[in-house]
């Protein structure tokens, strides 16, 4: 969802960076999603996510016609799942949970469901630190945390695979329905011995 407070844009932000990071890495960075018709914030976005495309063919790729298939593909086919929400404003982050399910290492801002699964550097990555989301140190996070942290364990089979595993054995009891529905008759149902009714 090309929502304005996602900032699917922002990676696009520093051209020069970017530049240096296609020409001197193996990255390549697929962008898909939809505007609201009526969301011309959303709609810009798209705008520039293909001007993005346009402008670095082979390298930064805008995917059209966005739909539960594509995503499907894209949650089980890349090697990172990009999230860089203004904090607070992100739910919870299903697709990431889902990517995570297929060993996808998510790299994102520490917002929706991040914080509680994140462990930085073992099953995915953190950008920057909890504060409050602003564009220009968060771009800088994002650059850092790339050139930094996740490039170097790419270039690492091994740690890439056990990260692979702990993302998809992190993503199995935390974020399921099991643990839902747990929760739900422990907290709804599960009276305090203490505390009596009439």
């Known amino acids: 969802r090309a929502a304005s407070y996602k900032r699917s844009d922002l990676i696009l932000r520093d051209e020069a960076r970017l530049t240096q990071l296609l020409e001197r890495e193996h990255v390549r960075i697929l962008f898909a999603g939809k505007a609201h018709p009526d969301d011309q914030n959303g709609r810009a976005i798209v705008a520039k996510l293909v001007a993005g495309a346009r402008k670095f063919p082979g390298k930064v790729l805008f995917l059209e016609n966005y739909d539960m298939k594509l995503g499907r593909q894209l949650t089980r086919g890349v090697d990172c799942w990009l999230n860089n929400p203004i904090r607070p404003l992100e739910a919870s982050g299903t697709s990431g949970m889902k990517a995570a399910m297929n060993g996808v290492l998510n790299v994102s801002i520490l917002d929706g469901w991040w914080p509680e699964g994140c ?11 909890t504060s409050a989301g602003d564009d220009v140190l968060d771009l800088e996070a994002l650059y850092d945390t790339l050139e930094q942290k996740v490039l170097p364990a790419w270039k690492d089979a091994k740690r890439w695979r ?11 009891e935390p974020f399921s329905s099991d643990r839902m529905i747990r929760e ?4 709804l149902y599960h009276l305090d011995p203490a505390v009596t009714t009439a």
């Open 119 to 129: 462990k930085d550097g073992v099953n995915g990555f953190a950008i920057g630190d």
């Open 162 to 172: 056990r990260m692979m595993v702990e993302s998809v054995r992190m993503s199995q």
């Open 184 to 187: 739900y008759f422990e907290q």
